[in-house]
């Protein structure tokens, strides 16, 4: 996501009880090829500097929270991310030694 809109997306995701959720600082490679122009000084728009999430949840909150990310990190333009959904076959809490939904929640 954009790396502006992390702050509105981490309190929606609070907000949503996903209350866990790992980020990064990347840089990504997009579409757009042209440079722009700011202060006549040329850069490139082709190399993005976005926020990664990782955020996983239980099934019962998987529509909520990517509708949650979908509404918060929103602007309407290029560049807004991605959302990736994929299954976790298992989650085990280290501690505790819990596995599976009480392993994630």
Do not use: M, P
Request: net charge negative.
């Amino acid at each position: 996501i954009r790396k502006s809109k992390f702050d509105d997306v981490k309190k929606a995701l609070h907000d949503n009880e996903a209350n866990f959720f790992t980020y990064w600082d990347v840089t990504g490679v997009g579409n757009e090829k042209q440079g722009h122009v700011y202060r006549g000084i040329s850069y490139s728009t082709s190399d993005i500097q976005r926020r990664y999430l990782s955020v996983v949840v239980s099934d019962e909150y998987l529509e909520s929270t990517v509708n949650v990310i979908l509404e918060t990190a929103f602007t309407g333009n290029v560049g807004d991310g991605k959302i990736f959904v994929c299954d976790v076959l298992e989650a085990y809490r280290i501690r505790t030694k819990e596995s599976g939904h009480a392993g994630i929640n």
